[in-house]
């Protein structure tokens, strides 16, 4: 697996020394949608700075206007973005086709929508484009698993999967490359964000550095 | 009539002069989502303190995360702020909760959502909750019109009418004290901001500076 650390809800001095402690140890740094929310594309730029030649994906989380968001968002240095499954079609196809002029991705968040969309967007979206299952902060609380959300909508995409994971969930996860873990608290609010980055590599049976 | 004028899409600067243009003509001045995105919480203070009396809303498109999200809006000075029908119901209640606690609003923003989801929203929120109906702007392209969204369901809420508005748009709307009409490019890309405002007033049948 492929490990994204996801910055929310911390001061932003404190995502840039987790970024620089962890950019040699994760594949992808995520800035936060709480962070954008609070703090504008600065938080992208200060943390791409930070990050080295690691890659950051910005958590835009667009709903309409792709095409200004994502611009903002590469502009700032983001590598990735992400946009709503629950968009319109029209604002997902926007997404790609920024992100594809950039030469950059996007990840579209399959947060609230139910298989039939899943389905659809895996067979219409062309096969760089990242799909997220997740399962929102907001509905982590009704005890939903991102594990739960995958199904054969996700064979032979590029999938990654966010909400709530911890090292107990890697294990079921290890072996598969292409797929893409993106934890937050669990690392930023760990005691030793790196000693918990190299527990997740542990359980994902890999040696610390090491990615696959 | 009330009427909301709607910033998107410029520099900061050219917001904050057209809010202090504005502000006296104006019932709300909103932070779109493309400022917050760009210059984070620092636009909603900067337009706060640009508008003097007159409210502030922040559009934050909210699909998570709401009691981080409406919290830093609230702290920010804004008197209200969006969350998306199209989010976990979960999320839609804590931002009611949040505006009810911080004596604020809650506009839902009901992009992207059908007639079920409008009547359900329409018949389980407190009345003090705002419904936006909106045509996204990536969805404008289609041509949708956001008036076409109206129906009974809005009978005896509080509503609020956005997406590509302009003053053709007004006189059909004119007579409805409780209806607020979000305005963007109309106002903010005109010669004159400030006659583009009067010119709708005027096509609400209102005198300049009268809201009803």
Do not use: Y
């Not at 594309?41 to 989380?61: F, H, I, N, S, Y």
């Not at 698993?145 to 079921?172: E, F, K, N, Y």
């Amino acid at each position: 697996v492929q490990i994204q650390v996801a910055l929310d809800r911390i001061p932003l001095e404190h995502a840039l020394l987790i970024t620089e402690a962890v950019r040699s140890q994760a594949d992808w740094v995520e800035v936060g949608t709480s962070l954008i929310k609070q703090f504008g594309m600065a938080a992208v730029r200060e943390v791409v700075a930070a990050a080295g030649r690691t890659p950051v994906l910005a958590d835009l989380k667009t709903a309409d206007d792709a095409r200004f968001e994502f611009g903002l968002a590469f502009d700032a240095g983001a590598a990735s973005a992400t946009v709503l499954a629950l968009a319109d079609d029209a604002t997902i196809d926007l997404a790609v086709e920024v992100a594809r002029d950039r030469g950059a991705e996007v990840l579209v968040d399959l947060m609230g929508v139910d298989e039939g969309r899943r389905w659809s967007l895996a067979r219409r979206l062309p096969p760089e484009v990242v799909l997220g299952a997740h399962v929102s902060k907001d509905a982590q609380a009704r005890g939903g698993r991102p594990v739960d959300l995958l199904g054969d909508w996700a064979s032979g995409r590029r999938i990654a999967l966010a909400g709530g994971l911890t090292a107990d969930d890697v294990p079921a996860l290890a072996g598969r490359p292409d797929l893409r873990v993106i934890v937050g608290s669990a690392v930023t609010r760990a005691q030793d964000p790196v000693g918990a980055l190299h527990d997740l590599r542990r359980a994902a049976g890999q040696h610390a550095g090491a990615a696959s």
